[in-house]
């Protein structure tokens, strides 16, 4: 993933350079990733990341209820 020069201005960018989130999906499940690059979020019918390791993780936006965001110190 490459970034872009365009900043969209997402609210996320005001929590730092990582943070956490917990995505909520249907049926009641919950993951939580540490360590996102907030530069590398992209979304589209997919939401993408990558970890600070350089893991990527690709989630099904049609799944996902809603997203808490923590800034990570």
């Given at each position: 993933m490459k970034t872009t020069d365009i900043?969209?201005?997402?609210?996320?960018?005001?929590?730092?350079?990582?943070v956490?989130?917990?995505?909520?999906?249907v049926g009641g499940v919950k993951?939580?990733?540490?360590g996102i690059i907030v530069d590398s979020i992209r979304q589209g019918q997919f939401t993408k990341f990558k970890w600070k390791n350089?893991?990527?993780?690709?989630?099904?936006d049609a799944n996902v209820l809603m997203i808490e965001v923590f800034e990570e110190k």
């Open positions: 900043d969209l201005k997402s609210s996320i960018a005001e929590q730092g350079k990582y956490t989130q917990i995505f909520h999906f993951r939580t990733y540490d350089g893991a990527m993780v690709m989630i099904n």
